[in-house]
């Protein structure tokens, strides 16, 4: 079954704090995937993939195969990183080469001062 | 510079009432979705168009028509609003391919009464 699990549906830290945003995967196929965010009263948008290997932000995640999990980690959190974190697996639709994005539930990183 | 342009970004309708979400993008994609967004249930896909002329169903279709007359518009329309289509909507774009950023409206607020 192809599915994304964030497990924390809140998470509350303190500014400066380490901060990581749990994902794991469910999907047969190799993955790609990705984490977006959504900022109060903004679109969503992509924060970063894992194909990528980038830093956004402060942000970065590891994709760990062996542990089917691409957490999001930032060592010292900011207040304007309180938003909504949605990780996403991108997976085949059907038989052709059309991809979906399969969703987490979110969770939602609150940082107070 | 628009991006996905969603409208309206409210709506409050009454059971048994039609209407139609707009959706229009300037980057010549050709994945266009339609995802509902509610508490505890994440993004959820409602219908998709890998290019003009071609739409398919998503994870939760009934109750909502789309079609995909040009590359640039992407409209849902509800033929008779129910309450359990009291949601959030967002429209997304993106190329095809697996790691292909997408992009989002900024959502439409319905609420069905």
């Known amino acids: 079954a192809q599915r994304v699990t964030q497990p924390e549906k809140l998470l509350s830290v303190f500014k400066g704090a380490p901060v990581e945003l749990k994902c794991n995967y469910s999907?047969?196929?190799?993955?790609?995937l990705f984490w977006y965010v959504q900022y109060s009263r903004q679109r969503l948008q992509l924060l970063l993939r894992?194909?990528?290997?980038?830093s956004i932000k402060g942000f970065t995640a590891d994709l760990n195969k062996g542990e089917t999990s691409f957490h999001l980690k930032k060592p010292f959190a900011q207040e304007e990183d309180s938003a909504m974190y949605y990780c996403?697996?991108?997976?085949?639709?059907?038989?052709?080469?059309?991809?979906?994005?399969?969703w987490g539930l979110g969770t939602s990183l609150a940082v107070n001062p | 510079n628009a991006g996905v342009t969603q409208t309206p970004k409210f709506q409050v309708l009454k059971t048994g009432q039609s209407m139609t979400l707009q959706c229009a993008q300037d980057m010549n994609h050709e994945y266009m979705s339609w995802y509902r967004q509610d508490p505890g249930m994440g993004l959820r896909l409602i219908h998709y168009s890998v290019g003009a002329g071609i739409t398919d169903q998503g994870e939760v279709p009934n109750g909502y028509n789309v079609s995909r007359s040009t590359t640039e518009d992407f409209p849902l329309r509800l033929l008779s609003a129910a309450p359990s289509q009291t949601s959030v909507y967002f429209c997304?774009?993106?190329?095809?391919?697996?790691?292909?950023?997408?992009?989002f409206g900024q959502g439409t607020r319905l609420t069905v009464v």
């Open positions: 894992h194909i990528s290997r980038e």
């Open positions: 997304a774009s993106s190329r095809p391919g697996g790691n292909t950023e997408a992009f």
């Open positions: 999907y047969s196929g190799s993955p790609e």
């Open positions: 996403a697996l991108s997976a085949t639709l059907n038989a052709g080469n059309n991809r979906k994005l399969i």
